[in-house]
């Protein structure tokens, strides 16, 4: 993998505020990664020292061998689950997606 692709996905996933979400795909979009799976195998292998949880499937469902943690975590943030699954309307981090004419640009 490469090393700078690497540190990208970090810094997007390090700057997604607590009680906000993205998906997998979000990511990837913002660090211009080529795939959400990719992102995903990043934060496995080095991911630890990131806000991890924040990052969920694009249907708002948590990885099952991950979701007593995750839920627990995002829970702590005020991010409440229905189930094992997010509402990504109400908690989806919309900040880094300009708007359609928004002069401010994306963070990446």
Do not use: C
Request: overall charge negative.
């Amino acid at each position: 993998m490469d090393d700078a692709l690497i540190e990208r996905v970090r810094e997007v996933v390090a700057s997604i505020p607590a009680g906000r979400v993205l998906a997998y795909g979000d990511v990837a979009e913002l660090a211009g990664a080529p795939s959400p799976r990719l992102v995903g195998r990043i934060l496995a292998v080095d991911g630890h020292d990131v806000p991890w949880h924040r990052v969920l499937r694009s249907d708002g469902t948590v990885a099952a061998h991950l979701a007593t943690d995750q839920l627990a975590r995002l829970r702590a943030e005020g991010v409440l689950a229905d189930g094992q699954r997010i509402d990504m309307r109400r908690y989806r981090w919309t900040d880094p997606f300009p708007e359609p004419g928004d002069d401010q640009p994306a963070l990446w």
